[in-house]
């Protein structure tokens, strides 16, 4: 009898990242030289799966230098998500508030389900974004998004995921209701297997013996239970979360006798959670303060804090976006979203034409997560800058690794890493959960 997957926990599908949001540019060796110069700093991110580290990142970058941020993902599904977060972070607050789009930021991003009220919001975005990803005008059909140079099938792709997304009331949502609930429970049989009617004993024992023994004991024992038996992670208000969160159901393409068959459901994490984004680490101590060995504030109130303050942030830096541009690269099935911030400029694109000559000694920062490490290659040792600094994502949150295998993951991220031509940088800010290397000079 199977004992089921334990490979499946982290699921196929990056809805999330599993490490705490990281600023990509606080690194000694290049920080200062930054603060003094003017001129352009180009970031690459590789399968984030979310905005956090963007986010982040443009916050603490210096005022007059241009911000370029590079985003490749694996699939059209998570690029319209993350256009979906971004969105939802840049709404101005004179037409949404910063506690309600905190709310409503947290739920679409950590819950299988959602209030109505946040339903409504999602289906506004998603029609928004539906309209300017099939839009032909040559201006912006939208104030923060252009996507007049995508390509018409990248524009279809889109266009069908943001469609899927808008139900109606009187119909279609009705009917979606059930499917994410029964979509969750699948993935925790099919993770589980036998263990399945011990599940709750399963839930704490990757808690206790797991997750708080990594630091994360702001990770509240009651709310770690529901999410793995429900998948809601952020309940802050008394309501009804009932309706299923479209943003975080996808295709999957199995084998049945001989045809490949694409079946819609929840294919993400089942088992480290989305508090590891933003709940797990905070500048704001008295958040982190336990009393009789507890923690007082659990790791939703720790996400709230800080997504609500990197919101506070970006509407204090003189507005939101006026302009967005997604477009495609002609040579390769490539989107890219250009964003333009009080003049900092924000790019996102899947699947690049990195071996272009102006890609060449091109980025200051390369991120790449745990899931894209295999894509850590030679051509890394072109697109870096002299003194590119690479930050790699390394395996301490996946649960279903051991010890063991968590080390080797690091030495092999290593042994990658300098096959690429890049050294450990022992005096920068690497830790356990990021190992962060320079490139050599040749």
Same mark, same amino acid.
């Given at each position: %009898?199977?004992?089921?997957?334990a490979?499946?926990?982290?699921?196929?599908?990056?809805?999330?990242g599993?490490?705490?949001?990281?600023? $990509?540019?606080?690194?000694?060796?290049?920080?200062?030289?930054?603060t003094?110069?003017?001129?352009?700093?180009?970031v690459?991110?590789?399968?984030?799966?979310?905005?956090r580290?963007?986010?982040?990142?443009?916050? #603490?970058?210096?005022?007059f230098?241009?911000?370029?941020?590079?985003?490749?993902?694996?699939? %059209?599904?998570?690029?319209?998500?993350?256009l979906? +977060?971004?969105?939802?972070?840049?709404?101005?607050?004179g037409?949404m508030?910063?506690?309600?789009?905190?709310e409503?930021?947290?739920?679409?991003?950590?819950?299988?389900e959602?209030?109505?009220?946040?339903?409504?919001?999602l289906?506004?975005?998603?029609s928004q974004?539906?309209l300017s990803?099939?839009?032909?005008? !040559?201006?912006?059909?939208?104030?923060c +998004?252009?996507?007049?140079?995508?390509?018409?099938?990248e524009?279809? !792709? +889109?266009?069908?995921?943001?469609?899927?997304?808008?139900?109606?009331?009187?119909?279609?949502?009705?009917?979606?209701?059930?499917?994410?609930?029964?979509?969750?429970?699948?993935?925790?049989r099919?993770? $589980?297997?036998?263990?399945y009617d011990?599940?709750?004993?399963?839930?704490d024992w990757?808690?206790?013996?797991?997750?708080?023994?990594?630091?994360?004991?702001?990770?509240?024992r009651? #709310?770690?239970?529901?999410?793995?038996?429900?998948g809601?992670?952020f309940?802050?208000?008394?309501?009804?979360?009932?309706?299923?969160?479209?943003?975080?159901?996808?295709?999957r393409?199995?084998?049945q006798?001989?045809d490949k068959?694409?079946?819609?459901?929840?294919w993400?994490?089942?088992?480290?959670?989305?508090?590891?984004?933003f709940?797990?680490?905070?500048?704001?101590?008295?958040l982190?303060?336990t009393?009789?060995?507890?923690?007082i504030?659990?790791?939703?109130d720790?996400?709230?804090?800080?997504?609500?303050?990197?919101?506070?942030?970006?509407?204090?830096?003189?507005?939101?976006?006026?302009?967005?541009?997604?477009?495609?690269?002609a040579?390769?099935?490539?989107?890219?979203?250009?964003?333009t911030?009080n003049?900092?400029?924000?790019?996102? #694109?899947?699947?690049?034409? $990195?071996?272009?000559?102006?890609?060449?000694?091109?980025?200051n920062? *390369?991120?790449?997560?745990?899931?894209?490490?295999?894509?850590?290659?030679p051509?890394?040792r #072109?697109?870096a800058?002299?003194?590119?600094? $690479?930050?790699?994502?390394?395996a301490?949150? *996946?649960?279903?690794l051991?010890?063991?295998?968590?080390?080797?993951?690091?030495e092999?991220v290593?042994?990658?890493?300098r096959?690429?031509?890049? !050294?450990p940088?022992?005096?920068?800010?690497?830790?356990?959960v990021h190992?962060?290397?320079k490139?050599q000079?040749?």
């Amino acid at each position: %009898m199977s004992a089921g997957r334990a490979a499946e926990g982290a699921g196929c599908i990056t809805w999330w990242g599993f490490s705490p949001a990281r600023d $990509l540019l606080h690194n000694e060796c290049y920080t200062h030289k930054y603060t003094l110069c003017e001129g352009d700093i180009n970031v690459l991110l590789v399968g984030s799966g979310d905005p956090r580290h963007l986010l982040k990142t443009f916050l #603490q970058i210096i005022s007059f230098a241009t911000l370029q941020i590079w985003v490749i993902e694996n699939s %059209m599904e998570v690029v319209a998500r993350q256009l979906l +977060l971004l969105y939802l972070a840049l709404i101005p607050q004179g037409s949404m508030g910063i506690n309600e789009k905190t709310e409503v930021f947290l739920e679409v991003f950590g819950n299988s389900e959602i209030r109505s009220q946040t339903e409504e919001v999602l289906q506004r975005v998603a029609s928004q974004l539906s309209l300017s990803v099939t839009e032909t005008l !040559e201006t912006a059909v939208h104030a923060c +998004l252009n996507t007049t140079l995508l390509k018409f099938k990248e524009r279809d !792709e +889109l266009a069908r995921i943001f469609k899927s997304w808008i139900q109606t009331r009187s119909s279609s949502s009705e009917q979606l209701t059930p499917i994410m609930s029964k979509a969750w429970d699948y993935r925790v049989r099919q993770h $589980l297997g036998t263990r399945y009617d011990s599940k709750k004993g399963c839930f704490d024992w990757d808690l206790t013996m797991k997750l708080h023994e990594k630091g994360c004991g702001v990770i509240n024992r009651q #709310q770690y239970m529901r999410w793995r038996e429900q998948g809601l992670a952020f309940e802050m208000r008394e309501g009804v979360y009932q309706i299923t969160n479209p943003s975080l159901l996808s295709s999957r393409v199995f084998s049945q006798k001989g045809d490949k068959v694409a079946i819609m459901g929840y294919w993400g994490d089942i088992v480290s959670s989305p508090y590891l984004s933003f709940g797990i680490e905070t500048d704001d101590k008295s958040l982190l303060k336990t009393q009789n060995g507890q923690h007082i504030k659990t790791a939703q109130d720790i996400s709230f804090a800080n997504v609500q303050g990197l919101f506070q942030s970006l509407s204090s830096r003189r507005g939101c976006p006026t302009t967005s541009q997604p477009y495609t690269d002609a040579e390769e099935d490539t989107s890219i979203r250009a964003i333009t911030i009080n003049g900092k400029r924000l790019k996102k #694109q899947l699947k690049p034409s $990195l071996k272009k000559q102006k890609y060449s000694q091109f980025f200051n920062t *390369i991120y790449f997560s745990a899931s894209c490490v295999h894509q850590l290659g030679p051509m890394t040792r #072109q697109i870096a800058a002299p003194d590119a600094v $690479l930050v790699v994502e390394l395996a301490k949150y *996946i649960l279903d690794l051991n010890k063991e295998q968590e080390a080797g993951f690091a030495e092999k991220v290593e042994s990658i890493a300098r096959e690429a031509g890049f !050294e450990p940088w022992h005096e920068g800010t690497g830790d356990d959960v990021h190992a962060v290397f320079k490139h050599q000079k040749k």
